[in-house]
């Protein structure tokens, strides 16, 4: 495997270790028995479940992406790999998803400061950019196909369509929780029971924008050319 | 409270752990069916995983029919033998152990013995088992469907797996890949609750380091499983794209027929690493909660705590995080690079060093305890020969030169059955024995439990053992018949028989285990409380089998770690977590 999934596990790695770090691992529980009301703070974070499961969940998705993208590295250095041309449309999806992080950013810096008619626009316009993303991302691959770049013709355009389906249906899962959230927002519950909710939905927009922008990078034809001469540097 | 210290930890004022708002069911079908209470989704999973798993045991008897009697059973041809190994080690890995450990020991113990009401997801929790039981009737289906289930192996190597001459290669692949992206989208589900549950809904008082070891075991083969399955869930989908669609991400060029298929440049090699990223974390994924569970059943049953706690959370962290660097030890035989064997066979090797700690201290903490020879530490105890003994062959195989020679023999069979087979089924029986009383208010059969552990013990080693020998005879594995090798002496055919003997009665002593299980749901003996007077908190809960919520009014406030066993001076010989010191002198 290359070395983009160590890349990814280190990071986790690291995190996991710092948090081990502020558990007192090295304490000696058979020593300390409390009396009544002597109970000591059990190391939670003060952060929502919600949040925390959120976290994992995108610890989750990396490992997912970091191994579809050592496998796409793993596959290019066969002989048979020809990089197709990523289409310009691409440019246009990526600035429609960078819009629709905005607007969610822009929701909830509104939930916090407690304006349900900003978080009610922000909502409605990062899911619109959303689908419009996802509804551009569709026409890429019909152009794509149209001009001949067809799924198994050759493992490139196998990599481009898996890898931009998968982070398509990542963004459409967030768009069923975004649903959910804009549903409270009409229902009219109050700004403290949609915070959280928006909040983590700009989480999971902004990790999603990221991870498009990584892909994006390397489903353009100049990062195949830039692996090929990492590689000869590196042998 | 007045103001006081407490040993290094210094003063610290009680943390508010705040009380959660349950789902209260309001039907029949949400209380037991489309439950959200964790305590019924642990004993649905359990009850689909056993199911399921009894499916791969009567498979096992048709391999073993098969090897002992070649050919004399009409129904069983090379074609089906080669589904029977596949199905019945995909299922025994991941439809059995891990959604057992898992689904159905994590689901049941992890809110219970931290003090939790319940999970912290609990409407996710339940997509979980839906979607874990989607994915098991989705297999079952692949038996059903034309062509029968997939042939390929359980490690479905591309390119054969989805080659004509491979049984099962129009329905049964696609099916086994579907349900492993199923079971995968569902255990997700479930692992973000057990990690989550563990981290935040731990009652006031529970630190990490009070945590009782299954639950550490359980939490951390959680935190392994949510990194590694998605490599099964990538290799799946791509070997799908293969299967389906005619992409060559894994799929050569290959010759079939005589007939060039449109498959090119694709590397085999590429799955292999993707699977074994997931395949060899996922032993540590069955076998991190059975040294948890282990360890909780030897220090009760032996009255006596458990030596070197911090050593055993340590050696779990670390063996967690090995985990990872180990997985090509399972490809030297690829065609890898040898300097990359060199170092996969010293990760594999370190693995050893914390392993061995974990051991050790079970045997110092049985040292001079007051040994209770239930059957719960029988199965205890007989985990720790047999894991020793799987693990002392697996020394052998991490060894680059003495592997490639035993690779893909009856060898290295007998070693996975040992170590991650049997030593894990040992911990799921005795754990099921321990925590049966809990679950349903009433003792299993001890008589038939002592039957069914020594029927099930000694017979592993009748079946296991010879198979070491028939191993290194050279005896492939996954053949049909061996016919008429020359190097195969007379005997192998003669222990062949034996082992199948072993397998049938092993076979039916489990049955003898599922009528128990289901006579002492109506007869058993009633179990109080607290029957083996053990410390941690799902033996204080205020009824028994718990009530939804699990804790009544109030949630219990831990003022100690879970091994006080034997304690000078107290009035039993156990002290309950959640029983404060006595009133020191001021």
């Known amino acids: ?235 | 409270m007045v103001d006081v210290t407490i040993g290094p930890a210094g003063a610290i004022q009680p943390a508010e752990v705040k009380d959660v708002e349950l789902y209260h069911a309001k039907s029949w079908v949400t209380k037991y069916v489309f439950s959200q209470d964790a305590k019924v989704i642990a004993i649905q999973y359990s009850i689909t995983a056993l199911s399921i798993g009894l499916v791969a045991l009567v498979l096992s008897w048709l391999i073993r029919l098969q090897l002992a009697f070649p050919s004399s059973l009409s129904a069983i041809g090379p074609g089906e033998y080669l589904q029977f190994i596949t199905m019945h080690g995909m299922i025994m890995v991941i439809y059995l152990l891990t959604a057992l450990f898992l689904g159905g020991f994590g689901n049941y113990l992890i809110p219970l013995m931290v003090g939790a009401r319940d999970m912290v997801f609990p409407y996710v929790n339940m997509v979980s088992y839906w979607v874990y039981l989607l994915a098991v009737l989705v297999l079952v289906a692949s038996f059903f469907a034309p062509g029968g289930p997939t042939g390929s192996g359980w490690t479905l190597y591309p390119p054969q797996a989805i080659l004509s001459g491979t049984p099962g290669r129009e329905w049964g692949i696609i099916l086994m890949l579907a349900s492993l992206i199923l079971f995968i989208i569902g255990f997700t589900m479930g692992g973000l609750n057990y990690v989550v549950t563990v981290l935040q809904a731990r009652t006031r008082g529970m630190t990490l380091m009070r945590m009782p070891l299954t639950v550490w075991g359980i939490f951390t083969a959680t935190v392994i499983a949510l990194l590694a399955f998605p490599a099964l869930f990538v290799g799946s989908v791509m070997l799908l794209f293969d299967r389906i669609l005619g992409t060559s991400f894994f799929m050569p060029a290959v010759v079939e027929m005589g007939q060039h298929l449109k498959y090119r440049g694709g590397s085999p090699l590429l799955f292999q690493h993707l699977f074994w990223f997931f395949g060899h974390p996922e032993v540590y994924i069955v076998a991190v909660p059975a040294f948890g569970i282990v360890s909780d059943l030897i220090s009760t049953h032996a009255r006596k705590n458990i030596f070197g706690y911090r050593m055993m959370v340590w050696a779990i962290i670390a063996i967690g995080a090995l985990s990872f660097v180990v997985w090509a030890h399972h490809m030297y035989v690829s065609g890898m690079n040898p300097y990359f064997g060199f170092f996969f066979a010293t990760t594999t090797l370190i693995i050893a060093i914390p392993t061995a700690i974990k051991v050790y201290n079970w045997v110092l903490t049985l040292w001079r305890g007051d040994i209770h020879l239930t059957v719960p530490m029988l199965f205890a105890l007989s985990f720790i020969v047999t894991f020793v003994n799987g693990g002392l062959t697996g020394l052998f195989l991490g060894n680059v030169v003495v592997d490639v020679p035993l690779s893909d023999t009856m060898f290295v069979v007998a070693h996975f059955h040992m170590v991650m087979g049997m030593a894990p089924i040992f911990v799921i029986f005795g754990a099921i024995y321990h925590w049966y009383p809990k679950v349903t208010g009433r003792m299993l059969n001890e008589m038939l439990g002592k039957f069914h552990f020594w029927v099930t013990f000694l017979g592993a080693y009748a079946i296991y053992f010879p198979m070491h020998y028939i191993g290194l005879l050279g005896v492939p594995r996954r053949y049909f018949e061996m016919g008429d090798m020359a190097f195969v002496p007379r005997s192998a055919t003669a222990l062949n028989i034996f082992i199948t003997m072993a397998a049938l009665t092993v076979g039916f002593a489990q049955m003898v285990f599922l009528f128990n299980l289901i006579w002492s749901l109506f007869k058993g003996k009633p179990a109080g409380s607290n029957p083996w007077r053990a410390t941690t908190l799902e033996w204080q809960t205020p009824e028994t089998p718990p009530g939804h919520g699990n804790w009544g009014k109030e949630l219990p406030v831990v003022y100690r770690w879970a091994y006080d066993y034997s304690v000078p001076g107290a009035k039993e010989d156990f002290v309950p977590q959640n029983q404060p010191a006595v009133a020191r002198a001021a």
């Not at chain 1, 990526?94 to 822009?106: N, W």
Request: hydrophobic fraction near 55%; glycine fraction near 8%.
């Open chain 1, 1 to 235: 495997m290359s070395i983009t999934i160590l890349l990814v596990l280190a990071p986790i790695g690291a995190i996991v270790a710092w948090w081990l770090s502020q558990q007192r691992l090295t304490s000696k529980p058979w020593l300390e028995v409390g009396a009544i009301g002597e109970v000591p703070d059990t190391g939670a974070s003060s952060l929502p479940a919600a949040t925390i499961g959120l976290g994992v969940f995108l610890a989750v998705v990396s490992s997912l992406f970091a191994l579809l993208i050592s496998a796409y590295f793993m596959r290019m250095q066969v002989a048979d790999w020809a990089q197709m041309p990523a289409p310009k449309l691409l440019w246009f999806n990526t600035g429609v998803l960078i819009l629709s992080s905005v607007a969610l950013q822009y929701a909830q810096v509104a939930a916090r400061r407690g304006r349900m008619d900003g978080v009610a626009d922000g909502l409605i316009a990062g899911g619109l950019f959303a689908f419009t993303f996802l509804v551009g991302q569709l026409l890429a691959w019909q152009q794509l196909n149209a001009a001949g770049y067809f799924l198994a013709a050759n493992p490139a355009n196998a990599f481009f369509y898996l890898l931009t389906g998968v982070h398509g249906l990542h963004l459409s899962g967030g768009l069923v929780a975004l649903g959910r959230t804009a549903d409270k927002v009409w229902r009219g519950f109050e700004v403290n029971q949609v915070r959280l909710s928006v909040q983590l939905c700009a989480v999971y927009w902004h990790f999603l924008l990221a991870l498009w922008l990584v892909l994006f990078s390397l489903l353009t034809p100049w990062v195949g050319d830039f692996a090929v001469i990492c590689r000869q540097l590196l042998t």
